[in-house]
Nanobody
């Protein structure tokens, strides 16, 4: 069974940094476009960033540009989200997702496989 597992979420102070990891079992991440999403309480799940399986190209939503960086390590079958200059409004459950030929809009419906999420809390 295809499974994605996120890790790295924790409590961090405003201005701090975290690196989230996305691991996969039963399939090879490099064959898929991988996206990072988040969902805060009472809000819809929103796309943050995506990395292409074809050329490693990346896209970011404007509100995370310059603070978040997505990357992949194909040898380890891992995808990462480096998050810097974290703000309280970044508090959410963060999810990684895998899909094929994902369009730049990064909609939830464009992804086929999801992890269970990892909690990130930004607070002093």
């Amino acid at each position: 069974q295809v499974q994605l597992v996120e890790s790295g979420g924790t409590l961090v102070q405003p201005g701090g940094s975290l690196r989230l990891s996305c691991a996969a079992s039963e399939f090879t991440l490099r064959l898929y476009d991988i996206g990072w999403f988040r969902q805060a309480p009472g809000k819809e799940r929103e796309g943050l960033s995506c990395i292409s399986s074809r050329d490693g190209g990346t896209i970011y939503k404007d509100f995370v540009k310059g603070r978040f960086t997505i990357s992949r390590d194909n040898a380890k079958n891992m995808v990462y989200l480096q998050m810097n200059s974290l703000k309280p409004e970044d508090t959410a459950v963060y999810y990684c997702a895998a899909g094929l030929l994902v369009p730049p809009r990064m909609a939830v419906d464009d992804f086929d496989y999801w992890g269970q999420g990892t909690q990130v809390t930004v607070s002093s």
